[in-house]
């Protein structure tokens, strides 16, 4: 496994894998890797010849009030893992290598970031747009691999890779879970013992949702109230917000139909999770 | 000469021509070429391998009381320019191949469209830096041709080219003139006889700033009220904007140093001209 801190390198590299013809499957992501990465990766390791991993902690999507200092960061144990998955290529540039003084420009989805996280982090979608625009043009990934556990963001970077023509396809893979339900994630390592208990509330109330819809439920508000009253029943936790939405445009149901993607923002103690379930109405 | 109307088609070519060892040089224009245009075809031509020229009217640039329906379409004489100068391939998407139903990504340049173009036509760089974004993702252009007519753009789509980590070298090309020196513009073709004969002043005006820097003057204040003065000595003209600014930041001067650009936008009747001149002072 080769390490690289250079766009530039980076770039060398990836032409000379296109020129030996291979495809070259990336997973950007800010380190602090656990099995849900490792899916990722496996994913890019089974469909393409040559895999990309990035582990940049990207400030531009932090807000000034988040946890950009306290942001897990695990390099070694990171390093480790990539090359236990026969990564070809781990990307590793310094903050001034992607944004260097003078650097200016933002890249922006105007609809699909107007709800949900786009709303409760300003700014938060502009540097995921920003940088996954610079990563894709360093790496030139044939595919590109995202967790569906970050749903807005996977449909975020669809519209984006459409939208400004960036030669990728976008592969978005199931969310990894706990045996208890809780969704993999780098920040569940702060929560406190009685938070991790109380952080399942997520899974339970997407679970509710879910089954009510499958029961045939359609009223979205009934199936939000479900939701949200046993997210209140944990005393740990605070709501952020709770919808059903269209899975494609993310549009909030009044009537249940189609695909709908069930979403919850929570906060456990001081540690904000989030959490998503896709349910097909039939 | 090939002419292409789809994204697809022209990656499709791109590639080839990329996969036979060609540099790609790319003159992206919104028709009615005249030779300011065919001077950047030339240096493409003389440059690289391939040349393509895109003819698209970009309505994202265009202000809601601007002329894009007025705009001039002459693509029948275009292509013919184009074949003449052996253009390899011309780009004419229609306006719903590059933005369909659903489109909504904006790339921003943020600090240097701030003033002159980017004050007087608010949303016209997001509308450049969105489209060049595209083009240049869809030509893969190893090098790009742009007139220093349009200075501010040509530094816009540099910054955006460098953070975006689009892999074009941008080239400027001089401004190309008229005898009298009126800088060559699609927009030409609108003015009256009179008004023709009253828009040499910004040449004027111009040369006037750039004499009295070369003698010496190193006050921007006086650079510019000897600009003003001389626009507002022409009855048909009305000030847009007058400035005298670093040439790479483009940050108006109180003392001229360095390279210094000259620049300034009129209205001649109804017809808004720009033009500019760089001094470097010594």
Request: overall charge positive; glycine content about 6%.
């Amino acid at each position: 496994m080769r390490r690289i801190r250079t766009a530039r390198a980076m770039r060398v590299w990836a032409e000379e894998r296109h020129a030996a013809g291979d495809r070259i499957g990336f997973v950007p992501t800010m380190g602090a890797l656990h099995e849900g990465h490792l899916s990722l990766i496996r994913a890019a390791r089974r469909s393409t010849g040559a895999v990309a991993v990035s582990i940049f902690v990207n400030p531009l999507q932090f807000g000034p009030s988040e946890d950009l200092v306290r942001y897990p960061r695990a390099l070694a144990q990171d390093l480790g893992l990539c090359r236990k998955e026969s990564v070809d290529v781990i990307f590793t540039p310094k903050v001034a290598e992607l944004y260097p003084p003078g650097f200016e420009t933002t890249v922006t989805v105007i609809q699909l970031t107007r709800r949900f996280e786009g709303l409760s982090r300003p700014g938060h979608f502009e540097g995921v747009a920003t940088v996954v625009t610079k990563l894709f043009n360093i790496v030139r990934p044939d595919r590109a691999f995202f967790g569906q556990k970050d749903y807005q963001q996977a449909l975020v970077v669809r519209q984006l890779v459409k939208d400004l023509d960036l030669d990728t396809t976008i592969s978005v893979c199931p969310t990894v879970r706990e045996a208890d339900g809780l969704a993999l994630s780098s920040r569940n390592r702060f929560l406190s013992l009685p938070e991790r208990r109380a952080a399942t509330i997520l899974y339970r109330a997407l679970s509710a949702g879910r089954a009510l819809i499958q029961q045939g439920e359609r009223s979205a508000r009934k199936v939000r109230q479900a939701m949200v009253r046993l997210i209140r029943s944990e005393p740990l936790s605070r709501l952020d917000y709770a919808a059903v939405a269209d899975a494609d445009m993310l549009e909030e149901f009044h009537v249940v139909r189609g695909r709908a993607v069930l979403l919850l923002a929570v906060r456990i103690g001081k540690i904000r999770l989030i959490d998503n379930m896709v349910v097909t109405c039939h």
